[in-house]
């Protein structure tokens, strides 16, 4: 499966860990745009004033461009312009249609009601539920990538349960949680 990562998606620390982990370990294909890091580092560092916009750049998005060279899409304006969701998300959209992908992987589903998305079989899904496909094919994959975070996690160290416990702060993922075995 082929998705499109929204900012959104990528903000919080632990659900971006969880989705880039499994990513790597081929539950599934990401694809972003610039336009999309370039959100996400926006808004991180809006809402986290501690957070210094050079070192999140430098460190969490170059990480990010390092291990997933290819999800990177390039998407024109006039690509953008011709959809039809909300405006704000209409980059999004644009790189799921220039990527051919199965689904955008977001929180704010609505944003994408589009006849132009509808037309191409690109699903509107949310974290919870693309974690939930993962733990239909593979849950093993699933309580691996929890392991490898934990095993990253050590300022403050985390186990896989506690990871879960974060990660079900985030209202999507209340379906997925119940299912995942650390």
Request: hydrophobic share 45%.
């Amino acid at each position: 499966m082929l998705v499109v990562l929204d900012a959104c998606v990528l903000y919080p620390p632990s659900l971006r860990d969880l989705l880039l982990t499994l990513a790597a370990l081929d539950a599934f294909d990401i694809r972003w745009s610039e336009t999309i890091l370039e959100e996400l580092r926006r808004n991180v560092v809006a809402d986290n004033p501690q957070v210094d916009a050079a070192r999140f750049s430098e460190h969490t998005l170059a990480e990010m461009r390092k291990h997933f060279p290819e999800a990177m899409v390039t998407v024109s304006q006039a690509e953008i312009g011709t959809l039809d969701n909300h405006p704000k998300d209409r980059h999004v959209a644009a790189v799921a249609m220039a990527a051919s992908a199965d689904a955008i992987v977001t929180i704010n589903v609505k944003d994408f009601r589009s006849r132009l998305l509808d037309s191409s079989a690109i699903t509107i899904i949310t974290p919870g539920q693309l974690v939930e496909e993962v733990l239909d094919q593979a849950p093993e994959l699933v309580s691996h990538a929890l392991r490898r975070m934990s095993a990253r996690w050590t300022n403050p160290p985390r186990s896989s349960s506690k990871i879960v416990e974060l990660l079900a702060r985030h209202p999507t993922m209340a379906t997925a949680i119940g299912r995942i075995r650390p």
